[in-house]
C-alpha cells in the first residue's frame, strides 16, 4: 500500500490515486509523418524497467492532478515526485 | 543422449513402499551447463519447460538447455489460481486454447506425471444485460468454433453451483452464466515438474540458479547468452519468463508492448468440500475454486502500478473479499491464510506474443497477462514448433510481435476475465 | 466446580466464576480467564482432534496462535467458525465446539485407514499414480476431495458485522510483552503518538507465563503499572486481542481486533472484528519468539507439548498438564518449565541432549530443586494412543546419528518437548527486510531491514527478560526519535531485572529412533499436514531440494500455521539430506497474513446495499411508484421498462415504442454524462478529442462526434453544445461519463498543460427529462412560454435557454429516436417537478414513461450506435459507417491509428442491418454471422449481432450487426445458425425506418 505524497495535497494512500504508466512519453507532433512502426513505438511499446521508473501518477480521487513520479519497481521505493513539465530528476539506477 | 527411470504408477509405489521409499530417482538431474547448445530456453517455468519437451520429443532437438533464475516453476507457474478453459472469443486465441485444454486432457499420462487436471467446470457470471450480451457472443462464437459452452439463467447457475448467491436483492445479481464443462484446475507445480522431469528424460539440461544477465548479437543474429554461471553459446535462443519479458527484451535491445504488473491470489483455510466447480465473475471482480486440500482459491484484478515484487496491495484484497461476500454470504467466516503475488506481462489486447523477433533466431513468448496458465501446454507446443522450424505454427501466426505496428490485434479483454 | 488438573492456586484465571461450556457433546466446567484448550487440560482432556492426512489422534500443542493440532469447529449455526485454535479461543459461557477431520466420531474414525496405508502414501504419491485409467482420475478425486478439508462451513450468512478502521501514529509497537511495552513506554515519554497491540486479551506476553521479578515484584505488577500509565496518556492506543497479521509497502500494516468473539451475549452495535489499517512513521516489532518442537519417533500424540506452552498453561492458567512428565529438550528454557511443574507438585524428569547442561542458571536452578535430570539422552519415541503413555529414552552418541545405550521406558501423561525458540520474524520478513542466519544459535534473525521498522526482544533473538526491557526501552526512544520526538529531560532506565546465565543449545535435528534409519516410526515435521523427516528426505532424494520445492512437494508449511513452528526443522532437514548448509536451502518468504483472517472483516462494511454505491436519479422515487423495472448501468439504476398490469417485458416495451412514435413518450436522461467545458482553447480540445471538426459551431447549436482513443478504436459518442463561444457542454454515455473526463483531464494536464480550457463534471447537477414524439413540441409548448419553438427559431441540433413548467432550463433538441425530440436540463433539485409536469400537461396526449429497453429499440430502428454495444473497442468511425464524422484535414486523438496497415485495409468488420427472412424471429444479440450454416463446427463466421429487438412499428424484428466487409454484402443472404435452426438473414442498410428523417420535425 503506497504512501504517495502528491506534490499538490502532500502524501495520501495509493487508493487516491490512479496510475498513468511511464511518464515522458511526448505525443509526435507530426503523427501523420510517422510510419507504423514508430507509431506503435510512441502507442505500445514500453520501457518496463526493474529498478528506477518514471511514471505518472493522478490524484483521482483528491485534486486531480496529474504528477510524475520515480519510483522502484522491485521496493517499491518513491525516489522524487515532481510535476509535469518538469525535467525527468537526476537519478540513477541503484540510487538510495 | 536420454535417462532412462522408472515409470509412475500405483505398482512403483507399492515396490518402492517395500524399500521405504529410499530407492526412488531424482525426477530431473541437475546438470552444469555445456559450452553450447542449440537452443537456449530462458525461463523455466511451465511454459519453457513444456517448449524444452515439445522441441526434444518432436521436433528431435536434442541439445537444449532451460536456464531458470530461481527454481522451476517459482514465477506465474506456482502463483496462480490453476484455471483452465478455453472459451475465448477470438478465433485466434480460441484455437490455442483449445489446442491447449486437448492436451491438458491427456496430460497426466503423456507426462506419466499426475497433473491432477480436474475438469469440474468453469462458469463465468453475468450480472447486467452487458455482461448477458458478452457472453452470448461469446458462447456463441465457441459453439462455431467446436468449443463446448453451456448459456444459463439464474436456475440453471443456482443448480450447477447451489451455494451461490442468486437473490435479486443482491447489488449485482446474477442474471445467468455460462459454463465451459470441461474447464477446470489443475495442480499448477505439478506441470513444472511433469514437463521438467519428461524432458530430463529426453536429456534435455535443466539448469536452475542461473540468470540470464546478457544476449550476444553479432550481425543481427543471436549467438548466445551471458549468465550468472558464465557465458553460453546458442543457435537460437527463446525466451519465455513472463513478468520479466522487458527485462531480457531490453538485453536484446528491444521494447515490448507489455507491462508488467502484480497480480494477487490467496487461499482460505481447509475447508470440507463445498464448491464443485470454478466460478468467475468480470464484473464483480473475483474467481474462486476450491482445491483438493480444501482450500477457497481466489483471485482477482491487478494492481494498478507496474511493479517487479511479488507482491501486491491490501485494497485489491479488500475488494475481492466484499465481491466474493455478494456471491457467497456463506463464506464470511472463513479465513483468509495465505496470500501471494505474481508478476503478469500485460499486453495492450490481452492476448500473447508468440513469434519471432527482429534479431535472427531470437523467440519470445510473452505477454500472457493474467491468464497464461490454461495455455501451458499448448504455448510450449506452438513454441517449440516456432522455433524449430524458424515459422509460427498456423495457431500461434497471428499471435506476432508485429501486430502492434500493423494494427492485427487480438482483443481478448472481455474473455480474459481480469480487467487489465 | 472443581477439576482434575487445575491447580490450588496461581494463574490470572477468576476461580470464582465457573463457566460451563460443551466440547464434542460432552459438558465441562472451566473458569474466566481461560481458553478453550486451558479449559479442555484442566479436564484432563488432550485428545481434542486429527490430523489432515493419516488421521492420527492429537492434541493441545502450543498456548498460542501458532497452534497447528488443536483446530476446533467453533460454535454453532450460522455463527459457527471453521479450524478455530483451540489454544486462542477464549472460554465464554455456553461456548460450544467439537472437533473436525473425524467421522463418525473423534475417537473411531474410519479415516485412521489412511494410517494403515500411511506407507503407500508418503509426500507427493499423488503425482505418481491415480492416472490411470485416463478418465479415472475424476473419481479419484471425488474420494480425495472428501477426505480432505479440516472443519466446516456455515450453510448460510453470517449474522455479524465488520468494520474497518484507519490509524495513524508516530510508532506503533508490536506486540506487548516486555519489549514492547518497554518501547510503548519510551517512545510514549517522548510524546509521540504510540499504538501498541498485542494478540492476548490482555497485555504482558511471556510474562505472563513467567515467576520472574521485575524490580523486586511479580513482573506482572511491572506489567499492570505500564499499561496503567499508558492508558492514562491521550497519545497512546492500546489494543489488545489485535493481531498484526501484514506489512505492506510505506509502513503500511493491518491488524485484526477480535471485539465479540469472547463474550457469551455479543451486543447488537459491536462489530464481530474491526481490521485495523495502520499507517505508521515508525514501527517497533516485538512478537517474541516461537518454541521448536524436537522432531523425534512418534512426537504427535496427545500430551506431546512444548515445554514453554507447559509453563504457560501452569502458571498462567494454572493447569497443570499432566502428572508425571518427561521433559525433552537441546536447551536451557525448559528447565523453567520443569522447575515450575515440579513446585506444582508434578513428578519430572528432565532428558536433556546436552552432555554437560551445567553452568545456565535454569538446569542449577533444577538440579538445587532434585528434579532427575539425565544428559547425553533424548526422548527417542512414546507409546500410547489417544494419549501419550510412555516416553523411549536412550543415551545419543556423541555424533548424535544414533542410539548409544539402552532404551528405557519411562511411565508419563505427558512430553514436554523443546528444540529452541525462533525469533517471530514474519512481520519483519513480510516487510521486505532481509532475514539472517545466525549459525551459533540456529535461529533466523532480522537483518538489513528495509522499512522504517525496528526488532527488539525476543523477535529479535535477544531472549533474555533484561536484553527485552533495555533493548525495548531503546529500540522505544530511537523509534520515537526517528519519527520526530526527543524525550525531553533524562533517559528512562530499564527496570532492575536478575540476569539470567544461559548457555547454547545443542541442535539435534532428527532425534535418531529405535530404527536407525528411521523407517518404522513417524517423525514429524510438520504436524498438521502429517509432513515426516522421512518425506523430506523422500523429496531431497527426488531432487525437491529448493526451499520452495520442499515445500511444494512435502507440504510443508502449508497448513493453518504456516509452518510457524515447522519451518526451521525442515529446513534443517533438507539441509542435511542434501548435504547443504541451512542458509543454503534458503528461508522461505513469510506471506501475509501473520494468522488467518476472517474473509468478513476483510470485506468490512463493503457487503449488501454497501457493496458499491447506487446511484440514483432525481426521479427514482417515480419510477419505483410507477412500478418500473429497473437496469444497472454502471452505478446507476435506470428504468429498464415499465410493466403495467399483468404486462410481460416484450408487451411493455412494444406499448412504450409505439407511444413514441404515434404521439408522446417521456424518458429519465438524467444519468448521461454532462461535463461543462469553458475557456477560450475550448473548440482546441473539442477539436482534439472528437474525430469531427468543431471550429464553426456557432452559439446555440450543437453537434455529434465520436471519441477515439489513440488506437483510433471508438470509445464514446455524444453530442456537444455551444452555450457561448467559449462554453461548451459536453455529453457522454451514462457508463463513460467518468472516464471521458479523467482521459480529457490526463491529456489537457499532461500534452496540453497550455492550453485555457477547463473541464467540470455537472451530470449530477442536473436532471434531463426527455420527451419525445410528435406531440412533443406541443407539449413543451404548453410548459414553455420564453423559448420560441418553431422549427424555424429552434432547429434540429440546437440548444435554447428559458423556463420550463416555471423553472430554469436548458432545451436541447436533439434526438436519439428519430423523432421529434426535446431533452430539458434542469437543476437536479427540480428534476421531479418538471418530470411531475410533463406528466400532467402530457395526460391529454397519453405521454407515456419509457426505460432504456424501449429507447434501444428507437434508437436501432433509426440505425443509432451504442457504444459499447454495438463497438467493442475494436470499431473505428469507418467500421460504424461514420467516415462523414471523421476529418480528413486536422489531427485527432487516435487519427494516425486509422492509417496502420491493417487498420486501413479493406474488408474489416463493418456495421450493417440485418433482416429476417421470418418477420416475427427476433435473433439472439451475439449470434454468430456465417456464409453458409456447416452441418457441424467449425466453421468461419463473418461477424456476430450486436443489437436486436422486435420492431413494432416494422412489424418486423430488426436487428444491427458487423460483418466482415459488410456494406459491400449489402442485398445478400447469410445465415446465423442457432442451436435449433438456421436462421436467414438480409444485410441491409443500418437504418431502418423514416431514412430520410422526416420526423425529426414532428
Same mark, same amino acid.
Given at each position: ?96 | 543422449?536420454?535417462? @532412462? ?13 517395500? =524399500? ?44 537444449? #538447455? ?27 486465441? #480460441? ?219 491490501? &485494497? ?105 | ?102 467421522? &463418525? ?175 505508521? @512513521? ?56 520443569? #522447575? ?56 545419543? =552418541? ?354 496540453? &498543460? ?107 430502428? @433509426? ?140
Amino acid at each position: 500500500m503506497l504512501l504517495i505524497e502528491c506534490p499538490w495535497c502532500g502524501p495520501r494512500d495509493e487508493q487516491e490515486f490512479g496510475y498513468g504508466g511511464e511518464a515522458h512519453i511526448a505525443r509526435p507532433a507530426k503523427s501523420a509523418a510517422l510510419d507504423d512502426a514508430a507509431w506503435a513505438d510512441y502507442l505500445f511499446h514500453r520501457t518496463n524497467p526493474k529498478g528506477l521508473h518514471f511514471e505518472r501518477w493522478w490524484h483521482a480521487r483528491g485534486c486531480r492532478r496529474w504528477f510524475n513520479v520515480a519510483r522502484d519497481t522491485v521496493s517499491h521505493e518513491i525516489l522524487a515526485v515532481y510535476r509535469i513539465g518538469e525535467a525527468r530528476p537526476d537519478i540513477a539506477d541503484g540510487d538510495r | 543422449m536420454s535417462v @532412462k527411470r522408472g515409470a509412475y504408477s500405483i505398482w512403483s509405489l507399492m515396490r518402492n513402499a517395500l =524399500s521405504y521409499h529410499e530407492n526412488w530417482q531424482r525426477a530431473w538431474r541437475s546438470p552444469d551447463p555445456k559450452p553450447r547448445y542449440d537452443v537456449i530456453i530462458v525461463g523455466g517455468g511451465g511454459h519453457g519447460l513444456a517448449t524444452a519437451y515439445y522441441l526434444a520429443k518432436e521436433h528431435g532437438v536434442r541439445n537444449i #538447455a532451460v536456464l531458470e533464475k530461481g527454481w522451476l516453476g517459482g514465477g506465474n507457474t506456482g502463483r496462480n489460481t490453476t484455471i483452465i478453459r478455453s472459451n475465448y472469443l477470438q478465433d485466434a486465441s #480460441a484455437s490455442l486454447y483449445e489446442h491447449s485444454l486437448k492436451l491438458w486432457e491427456g496430460l497426466s499420462q503423456e507426462l506419466n506425471f499426475n497433473v491432477m487436471f480436474s475438469q469440474r467446470g468453469v462458469m463465468n457470471l453475468a450480472h447486467n444485460e452487458h455482461d448477458l450480451r458478452e457472453l452470448s457472443r461469446r458462447t456463441r462464437a465457441n459453439w462455431l468454433n467446436g468449443i463446448d459452452s453451456e448459456l444459463l439463467d439464474t436456475t440453471g447457475v443456482k443448480r450447477f453451483c447451489p451455494i451461490i448467491n442468486v437473490s435479486p436483492e443482491s447489488r449485482y445479481p446474477v442474471l445467468g452464466a455460462t459454463v465451459q464443462r470441461r474447464g477446470g484446475t489443475a495442480r499448477h507445480d505439478a506441470v513444472a515438474w511433469g514437463y521438467a522431469r519428461g524432458a530430463d528424460a529426453m536429456g534435455v539440461d535443466i539448469i536452475q540458479q542461473c540468470e540470464v544477465t546478457g544476449m550476444r548479437i553479432e550481425k543481427g543474429r543471436i549467438t548466445g547468452v551471458e549468465t550468472t554461471r558464465g557465458a553460453i553459446a546458442a543457435g537460437k535462443v527463446a525466451v519465455v519468463v513472463a513478468g520479466h519479458a522487458s527485462v531480457l527484451a531490453a538485453m536484446a535491445g528491444l521494447r515490448l508492448p507489455i507491462e508488467s504488473h502484480p497480480l494477487q491470489a490467496l487461499v482460505s483455510e481447509p475447508i470440507k468440500p463445498i464448491l464443485d466447480t470454478v466460478v468467475m465473475s468480470s464484473s464483480v471482480h473475483v474467481y474462486v475454486s476450491q482445491s483438493d486440500k480444501g482450500e477457497l482459491v481466489m483471485g482477482a484484478g491487478i494492481d494498478g502500478y507496474t511493479s517487479y515484487a511479488q507482491r501486491g496491495s491490501l &485494497p485489491i484484497i479488500e475488494e475481492i473479499m466484499a465481491s466474493t461476500m455478494e456471491l457467497f454470504p456463506m463464506f464470511s467466516r472463513l479465513k483468509m491464510m495465505r496470500k501471494w503475488g505474481g508478476i503478469v506481462d500485460t499486453s495492450p489486447d490481452a492476448s500473447p506474443i508468440i513469434s519471432k523477433m527482429p534479431v535472427e533466431g531470437l523467440y519470445f513468448n510473452c505477454g500472457w497477462g493474467t491468464g497464461g496458465f490454461k495455455a501451458t501446454p499448448g504455448s510450449g507446443h506452438v513454441f517449440a514448433h516456432t522455433i524449430a522450424r524458424d515459422r509460427p505454427h498456423p495457431l500461434n501466426q497471428r499471435h506476432t510481435f508485429e501486430r502492434f505496428q500493423s494494427g492485427e490485434l487480438i482483443e481478448e479483454h472481455g474473455a480474459a476475465a481480469v480487467a487489465h | 466446580m472443581t477439576t482434575a488438573f487445575r491447580t490450588a492456586k496461581g494463574g490470572r484465571i477468576d476461580r470464582s466464576q465457573s463457566i460451563g461450556f460443551r466440547f464434542d457433546g460432552q459438558n465441562y466446567w472451566g473458569n474466566a480467564g481461560d481458553t478453550l484448550a486451558s479449559a479442555l487440560l484442566a479436564n484432563g482432556v488432550h485428545f481434542v482432534g486429527r490430523s489432515f492426512k493419516y488421521h492420527r489422534p492429537r492434541g493441545i500443542m502450543t498456548a498460542g496462535s501458532e497452534e497447528p493440532n488443536a483446530l476446533v469447529q467453533f460454535g454453532l449455526g450460522d455463527r459457527t467458525e471453521p479450524n478455530a485454535r483451540a489454544t486462542v479461543v477464549e472460554l465464554h459461557e455456553g461456548l460450544v465446539a467439537a472437533s473436525q477431520n473425524a467421522w &463418525p466420531t473423534l475417537g473411531s474414525d474410519v479415516g485412521v485407514v489412511n494410517s494403515w496405508a500411511s506407507r503407500l502414501i508418503p509426500a507427493g504419491f499423488y503425482y505418481k499414480t491415480f492416472m490411470w485409467p485416463r478418465f479415472g482420475w475424476k473419481f479419484y478425486e471425488r474420494a480425495i476431495r472428501h477426505a480432505a478439508g479440516l472443519g466446516r462451513a456455515p450453510e448460510g450468512k453470517d449474522p455479524d458485522h465488520y468494520d474497518k478502521m484507519h490509524a495513524h501514529c508516530d510508532v506503533l509497537v508490536v506486540g506487548g510483552g516486555p519489549a514492547g511495552l518497554s518501547a510503548a513506554r519510551a517512545a510514549a515519554m517522548t510524546g509521540a503518538r504510540v499504538i501498541v497491540m498485542d494478540e492476548g486479551p490482555e497485555f504482558g506476553g511471556s510474562l505472563l507465563s513467567e515467576t520472574a521479578e521485575i524490580a523486586g515484584r511479580p513482573a506482572m505488577d511491572w506489567v499492570a503499572g505500564v499499561v496503567d500509565e499508558l492508558a492514562e496518556r491521550s497519545n497512546v492506543r492500546l489494543l489488545t486481542r489485535t493481531s498484526a497479521v501484514g506489512y505492506y509497502d510505506h509502513n503500511f500494516l493491518v491488524a485484526v481486533e477480535r471485539v465479540t468473539d469472547h463474550l457469551a451475549a455479543p451486543p447488537e452495535h459491536l462489530p464481530r472484528q474491526r481490521l485495523w489499517k495502520v499507517r505508521a @512513521k515508525q514501527v517497533v516489532l516485538a512478537q517474541g519468539a516461537i518454541e521448536r518442537p524436537l522432531v523425534f519417533a512418534d512426537n504427535d500424540r496427545p500430551g506431546i507439548m512444548m515445554a514453554g506452552a507447559a509453563r504457560s498453561y501452569l502458571n498462567r492458567y494454572g493447569v497443570k498438564v499432566g502428572n508425571r512428565v518427561v521433559v525433552a529438550t537441546n536447551n536451557d528454557s525448559a528447565y523453567a518449565a520443569a #522447575a515450575d511443574l515440579h513446585d506444582a507438585g508434578v513428578a519430572v524428569t528432565i532428558v536433556d541432549i546436552r552432555d554437560e547442561p551445567t553452568g545456565g542458571d535454569l538446569p542449577l536452578a533444577a538440579f538445587g530443586k532434585g528434579i532427575d535430570v539425565l544428559s547425553g539422552h533424548a526422548v527417542i519415541g512414546s507409546d500410547g494412543g489417544r494419549r501419550v503413555e510412555a516416553a523411549y529414552v536412550a543415551q545419543i =552418541s556423541p555424533s548424535a546419528k544414533r542410539i548409544a545405550g539402552s532404551i528405557q521406558r519411562f511411565e508419563c501423561d505427558a512430553i514436554l518437548m523443546s528444540g529452541g525458540w525462533n525469533p517471530s520474524v514474519h512481520l519483519f520478513s513480510q516487510s521486505g527486510g532481509k532475514l539472517a542466519y545466525d549459525r551459533e544459535r540456529t535461529i533466523f534473525i532480522p537483518g538489513e531491514t528495509r522499512q522504517q521498522a525496528r526488532s527488539t526482544g525476543a523477535a529479535a533473538g535477544d531472549f533474555s527478560l533484561v536484553d527485552a526491557l533495555t533493548d525495548g526501552l531503546a529500540a522505544g526512544l530511537e523509534a520515537a526519535a526517528d519519527a520526530g520526538h526527543r524525550k525531553r529531560g533524562g533517559r528512562p532506565q530499564a527496570p532492575a531485572v536478575a540476569p539470567v546465565i544461559t548457555v547454547p543449545l545443542e541442535p539435534l535435528w532428527s532425534v535418531p529412533g529405535r530404527d536407525p534409519r528411521g523407517r518404522t516410526n513417524k517423525h514429524f515435521v510438520d504436524f498438521q499436514n502429517d509432513v515426516t523427516a522421512a518425506d523430506v528426505a523422500l523429496a531431497a532424494r527426488e531432487g525437491y531440494l529448493s526451499v520452495e520445492h520442499l515445500k511444494r512437494y512435502t507440504t510443508t508449511g502449508m497448513g493453518t500455521d504456516q509452518g510457524k513452528s515447522s519451518n526451521v526443522n525442515a529446513l534443517a532437514l533438507m539441509a542435511a539430506a542434501s548435504g547443504r548448509d541451512i542458509p543454503e536451502v534458503g528461508t522461505t518468504t513469510f506471506r501475509p497474513p501473520f494468522v488467518p483472517v476472517s474473509f468478513g472483516a476483510l470485506a468490512g462494511r463493503n457487503v449488501d446495499h454497501l457493496a458499491d454505491p447506487v446511484r440514483k436519479t432525481p426521479m427514482h422515487r417515480w419510477h419505483e411508484t410507477a412500478g418500473a423495472v429497473f437496469e444497472d448501468v454502471g452505478q446507476w439504476k435506470r428504468p429498464f421498462y415499465y410493466p403495467q398490469r399483468g404486462e410481460g417485458k416484450q408487451a411493455a416495451v412494444n406499448r412504450e415504442v409505439r407511444a413514441v412514435r404515434n404521439s408522446l413518450g417521456i424518458l429519465d436522461a438524467s444519468t448521461l454524462g454532462k461535463i461543462d467545458i469553458r475557456g477560450p482553447d475550448a473548440r482546441k480540445l473539442l477539436n482534439w478529442v472528437y474525430t469531427n471538426a468543431w471550429n464553426k459551431l456557432e452559439a446555440g447549436r450543437c453537434r455529434y462526434g465520436l471519441m477515439c482513443h489513440e488506437d483510433g478504436m471508438v470509445f464514446d459518442d455524444g453530442v456537444t453544445a455551444c452555450l457561448d463561444e467559449n462554453h461548451f457542454l459536453m455529453h457522454t454515455t451514462t457508463g463513460n461519463a467518468a472516464s471521458v473526463l479523467g482521459w480529457i483531464e490526463e491529456w489537457l494536464q499532461t500534452e496540453w &498543460p497550455n492550453l485555457k480550457v477547463w473541464c467540470t463534471s455537472v451530470t449530477e447537477q442536473f436532471a434531463t427529462v426527455t420527451i419525445c414524439g410528435p406531440n412533443a413540441r406541443r407539449l413543451l409548448g404548453e410548459l414553455c412560454g420564453d423559448i420560441d419553438l418553431s422549427s424555424e427559431a429552434f432547429p434540429f441540433m440546437s440548444v435554447r435557454e428559458g423556463h420550463v413548467a416555471g423553472l430554469r432550463a436548458r432545451v436541447f433538441r436533439v434526438s436519439f429516436t428519430g423523432e421529434l425530440s426535446y431533452e430539458i436540463n434542469v437543476s437536479a433539485d427540480c428534476g421531479l417537478a418538471l418530470w411531475n409536469a410533463c406528466m400532467m400537461a402530457g395526460e391529454k396526449f397519453g405521454i407515456t414513461p419509457f426505460g432504456t429497453e424501449a429507447m434501444h429499440v428507437l434508437r436501432a430502428e @433509426k440505425g443509432y450506435i451504442i457504444v459499447g454495444q454495438d463497438t467493442d473497442g475494436t470499431v473505428t468511425p469507418i467500421d460504424l459507417g461514420m467516415g462523414w464524422a471523421v476529418s480528413a484535414t486536422k489531427d485527432f486523438l487516435g487519427k494516425r491509428s486509422l492509417a496502420r496497415a491493417a487498420t486501413a485495409a479493406p474488408g474489416r468488420k463493418e456495421l450493417v442491418g440485418l433482416m429476417t427472412e421470418t418477420p416475427t424471429d427476433v435473433l439472439p444479440e451475439g449470434a454468430q454471422i456465417v456464409e453458409k450454416a456447416l452441418e457441424s463446427a467449425p466453421m468461419p463466421m463473418l461477424g456476430h449481432v450486436t443489437s436486436s429487438y422486435y420492431s413494432p412499428n416494422l412489424g418486423h424484428s430488426i436487428a444491427l450487426a458487423l460483418v466482415r466487409d459488410g456494406r459491400n454484402r449489402i442485398g445478400e443472404t447469410l445465415e446465423v445458425p442457432l442451436p435449433e435452426r438456421t436462421c436467414r438473414v438480409r444485410l441491409t442498410d443500418p437504418v431502418f425506418f423514416d431514412k430520410e428523417g422526416a420526423r425529426l420535425d414532428g
